[in-house]
């Protein structure tokens, strides 16, 4: 709620020097009710609004940026999740060739004890 006003206040602050808005001194009377700022008090709002929006952008970019990081994560995942890692190639590999040699040594022996 008060940021609402602030918003507001700031955004008709800003605007004003548009519509010919006048500073008023001190013992000037002003043709409505409302609150009057100093020129320090309005400097402060503006550095506050200015502040507030700097912090809003740089929200966004960091929100972007993390939902950017949780796809790269997912998509790293999936990948290693699809790929099998080079030990268990090197692993499955190593196993082709004992069970090649297992085969081979039994092919020579059966043929030795046949052939006798």
Do not use: C
Not at 73 to 80: A, E, K, N, S
Not at 92 to 109: D, E, K, N, P, R
């Amino acid at each position: 709620m008060n940021k609402s006003i602030l918003t507001l206040i700031l955004a008709g602050l800003m605007i004003m020097p548009a519509f010919g808005a006048k500073v008023l001194e001190k013992g000037d009377s002003a043709p409505y009710k409302g609150v009057l700022f100093t020129m320090e008090g309005e400097k402060k709002l503006r550095k506050l609004k200015l502040e507030h929006l700097q912090i809003k952008e740089l929200n966004a970019l960091q929100l972007e940026k993390i939902m950017l990081q949780s796809k790269r994560i997912d998509l790293l995942r999936d990948h290693v999740e699809s790929n099998q890692s080079i030990w268990a190639k090197i692993g499955y590999f190593s196993l082709g060739i004992l069970a090649t040699s297992a085969a081979l040594y039994g092919g020579v022996q059966l043929s030795r004890t046949l052939g006798k």
